[in-house]
C-alpha cells in the first residue's frame, strides 16, 4: 500500500478523557465522579462531551436525575477498565523500580573476588529491596567524584585516613593444594622445600607491592639464595589463589582472603610461620553517603563479618 492511498490511524482518546468516563460509568453519576477525580461536575460533563465527540457516538442516555449507558457506553466500559488498570500497574511496577535503593562500593579486584563476593549474599538475603553495585579496581577512587558510597582499601594505617573503619589486618604464609603435600618425591616440610616446588608469582615489576612478593617472604625465612623449580607469573592476585588450588605451585596465601579456602580444604598452609606486613584492611564511607541508613547497614555488616574473622587469623589453618 503507498503511502498516499493509507488510511490515517484514528486517534486515541487521552487518558483524562478515559478517567472520566469510567469513573462516570461506574457511578453512573458526573457528580460523584467529579467528587472522586477532585472535578466539578461541569468538568467531567465537558470530558464526556469530547469524548462522545471523537467517537462520534453518545455514551451515556441523559434522562431527568438519572444517568444510563448507551450500547457503545457499555461496550467501551470495560475496555476503559482494563486499560486504566494497565496503566497504572505499569505506573506502579515503574515508581517501584524508580524507589529502589542502591548502594555502590569500590574495593581491589582481589577483595572483590576472594573475600566481598562470596560472602556478599549474607547481605543481600537481609536486604532483598537494595542494589549492590561492586566497581573493583586497582586505583584508589574519590568517593564523591566518582559517586561512590564505601571504600574497602588495603595499605598501612598511617594513609588510611581519619576516618577509616579498620576491619581486619593481614598475614602472609605459604599456601597450596593438598596433593602437593602428598607428593613424595617433592616434599613440602619445611621453607626450604620449596626449591622443589614452583611459586606463584605476583607480577609486580615496578616493585609497588612488595609484600606479595616471594622475594620478601624468604628474605625473612632467611632463604635468599633458595631457587624454586620454576614461576608462574599472574597480573592480579585474584588470579594466583585459583591457580594454587589447581596444583598449579605454590602461593603466597594472605589473611583472610584465603581463609575460605583453607578452611573447605581446598588450600593447606604448610608451615606455621607467618609474616605479618603491618597492613590491614579499612573501610571508608563517601561523606555524601554518610547518612543514609542503607550504608550505615553495610558498614555493621562489614564490622560483624570482620569481628567472626578476625578471631581465626591467629595461625595458618594446615
Not at 466500559?77 to 486499560?83: I, K, M, R, S, T
Request: proline fraction near 7%.
Amino acid at each position: 500500500m503507498t503511502e498516499r492511498n493509507a488510511k490515517p490511524i484514528p486517534r486515541l482518546p487521552s487518558l483524562d478523557l478515559l478517567k472520566g468516563f469510567e469513573a462516570a460509568a461506574r457511578l453512573l453519576s458526573f457528580t460523584r465522579a467529579g467528587e472522586e477525580l477532585h472535578l466539578t461536575q461541569s468538568a467531567v460533563s465537558r470530558q464526556i462531551k469530547e469524548l462522545e465527540g471523537q467517537l462520534g457516538m453518545p455514551l451515556f442516555e441523559r434522562r431527568h436525575r438519572a444517568l444510563g449507558l448507551t450500547d457503545a457506553g457499555r461496550a467501551l466500559f470495560p475496555a476503559a477498565v482494563q486499560v486504566l488498570q494497565a496503566m497504572r500497574a505499569a505506573t506502579d511496577q515503574l515508581r517501584a523500580l524508580s524507589a529502589r535503593r542502591s548502594l555502590a562500593v569500590t574495593t581491589t579486584h582481589s577483595f572483590a573476588a576472594l573475600w566481598l563476593i562470596p560472602r556478599l549474599t549474607r547481605f543481600t538475603r537481609a536486604h532483598p529491596d537494595l542494589d549492590v553495585r561492586i566497581a573493583a579496581d586497582t586505583r584508589v577512587q574519590d568517593l564523591e567524584r566518582d559517586g561512590l558510597d564505601i571504600a574497602i582499601r588495603h595499605g598501612p594505617a598511617s594513609l588510611a585516613g581519619p576516618n577509616a573503619l579498620r576491619l581486619f589486618g593481614e598475614r602472609v604464609f605459604p599456601v597450596c593444594s593438598p596433593k602437593l603435600l602428598r607428593d613424595t618425591k617433592r616434599p613440602l616440610r619445611q621453607p626450604a622445600d620449596l626449591r622443589h616446588h614452583v611459586l606463584l608469582q605476583y607480577d609486580d615489576p615496578d616493585g609497588r607491592h612488595p609484600w606479595l612478593h616471594w622475594k620478601t617472604w624468604l628474605e625473612v625465612e632467611r632463604l635468599t639464595d633458595l631457587r624454586p623449580a620454576g614461576s608462574l607469573l599472574f597480573s592480579g592476585y585474584e588470579q594466583i589463589i585459583p591457580a594454587a588450588i589447581a596444583g598449579n605451585g605454590v602461593a603466597l596465601g594472605r589473611s583472610p582472603l584465603v581463609r575460605e579456602a583453607l578452611a573447605s580444604g581446598d588450600l593447606v598452609a604448610p608451615f606455621k610461620r607467618s609474616a605479618d606486613p603491618a597492613r590491614a584492611y579499612f573501610a571508608i564511607v563517601s561523606q555524601n553517603a554518610a547518612a543514609r541508613p542503607e550504608v550505615g547497614d553495610f558498614v555493621a555488616w562489614l564490622r560483624a563479618e570482620a569481628a567472626a574473622e578476625e578471631p581465626r587469623r591467629a595461625a595458618p589453618i594446615r
